[in-house]
């Protein structure tokens, strides 16, 4: 158990529906990061918060968006979903403060998306 | 991510026997990390390793970094059922992200 909770576990959904996926960052941890892994693409990042605020960009789509709030715990919402977009979404935690180098990141178990 | 090759695509091994996986990248690393992935299930954390020339160990788990930091190995010996997963290696660019490979299939028969 990696410390790192995410729900739902399952999500069915039809086409042009929105979703919000929930992740619970590891005590301590600051850094919340969200990444997408489907068969054809692999594992893609996809934006990180640090302490509530935006701190890096990766490759996500303008229906997707997230957030950090106050107590950490972050959300990824996906609006006008696609049939493309069926994957399994994984949040991942880590301190943040990258003073002694690079950082590990702890995965959580991830929610997996599919979409009708 | 194409800037991060892993190989083999997938093995198979024979229980007890030892296998080794490559994560090669064509630039340099700030950081390498290596996960196993139980086929739809999250990822766990092995190892990270960050200077060049860098050799960690975890139970029957050895992963090295090269003195240029470019490539990576991971290797298993006397290989069990409970190593079976795919294992993917992450590659820290000091740009916050990891970019990972497309992840090695591990199968092990008894």
């Known amino acids: 158990d990696s410390g790192v909770t995410q729900t739902p576990k399952h999500l069915i959904t039809a086409t042009g529906q929105r979703v919000t996926l929930r992740c619970s960052p590891r005590?301590?941890?600051?850094?919340v990061y969200w990444y997408q892994q489907s068969l054809d693409q692999g594992l893609q990042f996809l934006i990180q918060?640090?302490?509530?605020?935006?701190?890096a960009k990766g490759n996500i789509l303008e229906r997707f968006s997230a957030q950090q709030f106050p107590d950490l715990h972050s959300e990824l919402n996906l609006s006008s979903l696609e049939l493309g977009d069926s994957a399994l979404y994984f949040c991942?935690?880590?301190?943040?403060?990258?003073?002694?180098?690079?950082?590990?990141?702890?995965f959580g178990p991830g929610t997996r998306l599919l979409v009708l | 991510s194409q800037e991060l090759e892993q190989s083999p695509q997938s093995l198979i091994v024979q229980e007890g026997k030892n296998l080794t996986i490559n994560c090669t990248s064509s630039k340099t690393l700030y950081g390498l990390y290596w996960y196993k992935q139980k086929y739809g299930e999250g990822l766990i954390f092995l190892m990270m390793?960050?200077?060049?020339?860098e050799e960690k160990s975890h139970e029957k788990i050895t992963a090295k970094l090269d003195e240029k930091k470019q490539q990576s190995s991971l290797h298993i010996t006397a290989s069990q059922p409970s190593h079976a997963g795919i294992y993917l290696c992450?590659?820290?660019?000091?740009?916050?992200?990891?970019?990972f490979g497309a992840g090695t299939t591990v199968t092990v028969r008894a």
């Open positions: 918060y640090y302490n509530g605020e935006e701190r």
């Open positions: 991942a935690s880590s301190v943040g403060y990258r003073t002694s180098g690079s950082e590990t990141q702890y």
């Open positions: 005590s301590g941890d600051l850094s």
């Open positions: 390793l960050q200077k060049g020339g």
């Open positions: 992450g590659a820290d660019r000091n740009d916050y992200k990891l970019s």
